[in-house]
């Protein structure tokens, strides 16, 4: 069994910062990709940011030099450090991990997802 749990959610005021965690656990031969995705109330799922294994970051235009995206490795570990958020900051975020079991070939994975809350 894979798991992905994420940590860190909370409600916070628009200005201020939280930082994600996920750590996926459990027979796990390899991981490549990571990263975290986001439902706002009443929309789609969309992209935040994803990393690589090496540590190639890419992030959707609406977080760019806001989140940073980061990884430990040895820990399967994906951080998120969320600065200056907003109101339209507000949804489900979702941890994702392209990662290969023990016992099967690579797929993705997901988190259970953790409520951001950004209001006054």
């Known amino acids: 069994q894979v798991q992905l749990v994420e940590s860190g959610g909370g409600l916070v005021q628009p200005g201020g910062s939280l930082r994600l965690s996920c750590a996926a656990s459990?027979?796990?031969?390899?991981?490549?990709?990571m990263g975290w995705y986001r439902q706002p109330p009443g929309k789609e799922r969309e992209v935040v940011a994803r990393?690589?294994?090496?540590?190639?970051?890419n992030y959707a235009d609406s977080v760019k030099g806001r989140f940073t995206i980061s990884r430990d490795n040895a820990r399967n570990t994906v951080y998120l450090q969320m600065n200056s958020l907003k109101h339209e900051d507000t949804a489900v975020y979702y941890c994702y991990a392209n990662l290969r079991p023990i016992y099967a070939g690579s797929r993705d994975y997901w988190g259970r997802g953790t409520q951001v809350t950004v209001s006054s």
């Open positions: 990393i690589s294994f090496g540590g190639s970051e």
């Open positions: 459990g027979s796990i031969r390899s991981i490549s990709a």
